[in-house]
């Protein structure tokens, strides 16, 4: 099945931004994957990226790419400390900070941590909990964020949802049951990310299955809470809720349900009340449209890190790495201003 326009045109956008940026240095932890392999080799080739294949087993990098063994490497050392420093305080010794530093995942997050590496890009043969896992402890979150939490962009072939077919949904894959304060969090950083990766101003919705008042019950005021908590942190970001999925969707239901608002029948950016309704959401909407999605990408982080499916293939590593660039050069521009 042909990808939908919207797929297309997102990773072309992508491409375009990093040509136009000093080139990404993306740390790949399974960097003896034969699939992270013809990735590296694509992206090096078309001079998207710099690819650093994180490797403990003897193999050739692609032309372009570089190779680093973390059980030889001279910086093994400083990343051991590094995240001794940042773990200490959780119980973990020096002897075992030193042997995590020696693993290909750790040593790439620590990478990154270090500023030798723009961002990293792993989990094609590692769960999704230990490859996060390894991204809070190496990398941790942003100044000011307290949950790191996950985005996926649904690119669909009907181009009048979202932005030109284009929607980011959140959190899909990480926070389980957040509360008020999390909730809040996920939708500002989403917003950031639909900026960031959709390149539009993001038009929140915080859904349920109430729309303003139309229904009572706990989970419907935990939504009303994040919409508060929100508006006290960023007044500008458009955002409204609580919202059933129709009426951020669909302008005629929209404008019947909450008149008045910005929001109703334009979202781009859909934020789920917990991960079970998320998850659910977006495969649902992928494979009943049509669609492809991206992701899950971490948000929230101090420096970019996104984890892979271990059931990825060359094309998914080569999408995530552009996106992952993507992500760095927000971060640094950020920081630039």
Known sequence: MPLPQAALDFI???IDRIRAAKPKRIAFPEGDDPRVQAAAERLARERLLIPILVATKHTHPPPGAELVNPETSPDTPRYAALYYQRRKSKGVSEREAAELAR???HFAKLMVAAGDADGSVGGAATSS???VRAALQCIGPAPGIETVSSVNI???PNREFGHRGLLAFADCSIVIDPTSAQLADIAIAT????????DAEPIVALLSFSTKGSAKHSEVDKVVAALKIVRSREPGLVIEGELQADAALVSAVGASKAPGSRVPGHANTLIFPNLNSANIGYKLVERFSGGISFGPLLQGLAKA???LSRGCTA?????????????????QKAVRQ
Do not use: C, F, H, W
């Not at 917003?191 to 959709?198: D, H, N, P, V, W």
């Not at 094309?315 to 992500?327: L, P």
């Open 12 to 14: 072309q956008m992508q």
């Open 103 to 105: 693993r290909p995942l």
């Open 129 to 131: 909990a230990e490859a």
């Open 154 to 156: 649904l690119a669909i």
């Open 191 to 198: 917003a950031g990310s639909t900026r960031t990766l959709l």
């Open 305 to 307: 890190g996104n984890d």
């Open 315 to 331: 094309e998914d590593i080569y999408n995530v790495a552009i996106i992952t660039a993507n992500q760095a050069e927000a971060k």
